[in-house]
């Protein structure tokens, strides 16, 4: 495993230095196609935390960073994003090994990916303006734009490199300093980061990479005084409790939390794509995608005839090792995440959901979990209303819009939708009245730095990506002249 042998292996990096944890622990990171253990990682805990924002701050305060030009902050967005690039292939594999998503999606999608992130937000730096303000006389009144300090980012195991980069990449592109928490599942990638980014000349201290469980080292980082802002993606109910233990010292919180996104699929649909289109919206990355389609209504017309194409699509799909190209379904990431998948194929059989395919795990090494199909789902059964995170869909019946509108929004989610429609007019009214932050219209899961991306309800609140994630790393400042 050459790639994961480059990462320092069971070491923090604060200051722009590899250091070990002050209490010495380490913990070991698991490859979840083999059970085998890949390396270790430091296990940074709240002394870490404190010794990663003391360098933040002197970086934001007193290094070079807070004199460089947005310009010259961009030149070395854009060397992240072309040393990223440069890099696939190792950065892929290192993912991948780390994960179990496969390495056709590390290798096309969440490395390039994260590359273009960084080169999106390389463009913005040198773009970040204020205002003049219109003010009464004889006053002239200004805004500044500033970076909000020091950030503490969290980060979940589904996609690392990938949302380590949405974090990162505008946060630095505003002129803050980072102390990044990558999930304990998937540390390797937010390490291979910050070696690439010192190697493009971020100075010491501007991004600490702080590995660690989450109630010790995250919670200490939410914790922390000198930390201004939370960026966090991850479960709703610990989204919670860092909006409850925040309040302590008001930091501010960009929250993007949980999903039980609604596909919906009416009978005039384009269906060899609407099939397609709904496989992948659950299967991909294995199910572990905030906003997958777990939640698919057809429409009575069709149901039958697309639950059989839909099958069909789905017994295709090759499960197995996420390093053979030809693969399209990964393990679960840990065993944990697989036993919190199978809990909720048996509560969907308890509650009278019929089985369709799937709902056991595959025989052999692995946390791999068959693509599992539920049909026959009510809205207010459990697989319908919380979030399982794995190769699990449900699949519900409607008959006309307003009916299908109103089951979609039956959630306490709101972070995606999609409609499959060839009726323009359905397609835009139903976009309107889905309560989510993203909806997609005869397609599903596009992404692209430019775009906002966050939830409705408590999906979270505030933006990443485009000019409105760019702002959630900012703040403004009103300057006030006499000019009498
Ligand atoms: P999690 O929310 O516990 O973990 C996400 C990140 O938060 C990790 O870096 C973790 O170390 C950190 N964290 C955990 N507790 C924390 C605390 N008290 N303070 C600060 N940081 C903390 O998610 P977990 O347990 O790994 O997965 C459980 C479920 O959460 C999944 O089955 C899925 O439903 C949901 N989830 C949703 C994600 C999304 O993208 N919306 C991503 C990951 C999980
Ligand atoms: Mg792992």
């Not at 250091?19 to 070991?28: I, K, N, Q, R, S």
């Not at 989450?214 to 860092?242: C, M, N, R, W, Y």
Request: aromatic residues 8%; glycine residues 10%; contains cysteine.
């Amino acid at each position: 495993m050459p790639a994961v042998q480059k990462i320092a292996p069971g070491r923090l990096y604060i200051g722009g230095q590899w250091v070990d944890a002050l209490a010495g622990g380490t913990f070991p990171t698991i490859n979840p196609a083999t059970e085998e253990t890949l390396t270790r990682a430091a296990e940074g805990r709240a002394e870490d935390i404190d010794r990663a924002a003391v360098a933040a701050r002197k970086a934001f305060e007193e290094g070079p960073w807070a004199k460089l030009s947005g310009s010259d902050r961009g030149r070395i967005l854009w060397k992240i994003g072309d040393l990223l690039e440069a890099r696939v292939a190792e950065v892929a594999e290192i993912e991948t090994l780390d994960s179990g998503k496969t390495i056709t999606e590390s290798l096309r999608v969440d490395v390039p990916m994260a590359a273009d992130c960084f080169r999106y937000f390389a463009g913005w730096a040198s773009k970040i303006e204020g205002e003049t303000v219109p003010v009464r006389a004889p006053f002239f009144n200004y805004t500044l734009r500033e970076p909000l300090g020091v950030v503490g980012q969290i980060i979940p195991w589904n996609f690392p490199i990938l949302l380590a980069a949405w974090k990162v990449a505008p946060a630095l592109a505003a002129g803050n300093t980072i102390v990044l928490k990558p999930a304990e599942q998937t540390p390797l990638s937010a390490l291979r980061l910050a070696q690439i980014a010192e190697e493009a000349g971020l100075p010491p201290g501007v991004l600490n990479v702080v590995t660690g469980f989450g109630p010790t080292a995250g919670g200490a980082l939410v914790d922390h005084p000198g930390v201004d802002k939370i960026a966090f993606t991850g479960s709703t109910s610990v989204g919670q409790e860092i909006m409850r233990r925040a309040s302590g010292t008001l930091k501010r919180l960009t929250l993007e939390l949980g999903g039980k996104s609604p596909n919906i699929v009416f009978a005039d649909a384009d269906l060899d794509a609407a099939v397609r289109g709904a496989g992948n919206a659950i299967f991909y990355n294995k199910g572990e995608v905030c906003t997958a389609g777990s939640r698919l209504f057809v429409e009575d017309a069709l149901h039958d005839t697309f639950l059989d194409k839909l099958s069909a699509f789905t017994a295709k799909l090759q499960q197995g090792d996420p390093l053979d190209p030809k693969t399209r379904l990964g393990p679960q990431v840990s065993e944990a995440q697989m036993a919190r998948v199978l809990s909720f194929v048996d509560k969907g059989k308890g509650e009278g959901a019929r089985l369709v395919l799937g709902g056991e795990r595959a025989p052999g090494k692995g946390y791999f979990v068959r693509p599992t199909i539920f049909d026959g789902v009510r809205n207010d059964m459990t697989i319908a209303r919380e979030e399982i995170f794995g190769p699990v869909l449900s699949v519900l019946r409607f008959r006309e819009i307003d009916e299908v509108v109103r089951l979609a929004n039956d959630t306490p989610y709101g972070l995606a939708a999609a409609v499959w429609t060839k009726d323009i007019k359905k397609a835009h009214r139903a976009a309107r009245l889905l309560r989510a932050g993203t909806v997609w219209i005869n397609t599903y899961g596009l992404y692209d730095s430019a775009m906002p991306f966050g939830g409705y309800k408590m999906s979270g609140f505030g933006r990443e990506l485009g000019h409105h994630g760019l702002m959630e790393y900012t703040q403004t400042k009103s300057v006030w002249v006499d000019l009498s």
